[in-house]
């Protein structure tokens, strides 16, 4: 089945650690996204790459790092830099032009200790 | 500043009645608007959109509102069934096919 999958779904850090979320897709998108989901406050965009080796930072990019080698593959470092690392993290990928859809994976949910 | 607003933290609807989510925003440049449906520990599911050149858009029990003029979408149920229950986010895109979201509202379907 085509879709978006992210790896680990729980996590938990201990302050002053790194840690890597992974997110491959098969739907042969060249987007991909990185979102941080906080209670009341919706999706906040970190990150995206609209193509392989490329891409910009999104709204709420301090303390985090990506890299896109291969175009299947997106993952996302919390460094320990990122103040509030404690959050739901959704990636997404799209094709360009449409309608603008997204489709998600699954989710991260990081908690640090 | 929040570009894309949802005012309603959360509304509690009877079964089969109709469910009313709206959503406000400043930009005027976005040209597409999407209803997105969350469960809790999952990710976005996406319902709805709408262009920004249109002003309604359905697709069965869900139809989407775009009043231009007043920066303001709405998304209808009808009828509501309590597997609605969820969190719907409303998103806009802009530049580069990024979207950006409200804060949710949290329907619940009571049966």
């Known amino acids: 089945d085509g879709g978006i999958t992210q790896s680990p779904k729980y996590l938990f850090r201990k302050e002053g650690q790194n840690v890597t979320l992974s997110c491959e897709q098969n739907l042969n998108h060249d987007a991909m996204y990185w979102y941080r989901q906080d209670p009341g406050q919706g999706l906040r965009l970190i990150y995206y790459?609209?193509?392989?080796?490329?891409?910009q930072k999104g709204d709420i990019a301090e303390g985090y790092s990506v890299s896109r080698e291969k175009k299947e593959s997106f993952p996302l470092t919390v460094t320990s830099a990122q103040k509030n690392p404690t959050a739901f993290y959704l990636c997404?990928?799209?094709?360009?032009?449409?309608?603008?859809?997204?489709?998600f994976g699954e989710g991260s949910r990081l908690t640090v200790l | 500043d929040q570009q894309v607003k949802q005012n309603s933290p959360s509304l509690s609807v009877q079964e089969g009645r109709i469910s009313i989510l709206n959503c406000d925003y400043t930009?005027?440049?976005?040209?597409?608007f999407l209803w997105y449906k969350k469960y809790p520990a999952e990710g976005p599911t996406f319902l709805i959109s709408i262009s920004s050149i249109k002003d309604k858009n359905e697709d069965g029990r869900f139809t989407v509102f775009l009043n231009k003029s007043a920066k303001h979408l709405s998304l209808h149920i009808v009828p509501s069934q309590p597997g609605d229950s969820a969190v719907y986010f409303c998103?806009?895109?802009?530049?580069?096919?990024?979207?950006?979201f409200g804060a949710g509202t949290i329907l619940r379907v009571k049966s």
């Open positions: 790459s609209q193509i392989v080796n490329d891409f």
């Open positions: 998103a806009a895109r802009e530049d580069g096919n990024k979207l950006v």
């Open positions: 997404a990928s799209s094709s360009p032009g449409g309608t603008g859809e997204l489709f």
């Open positions: 930009n005027s440049m976005f040209d597409y």
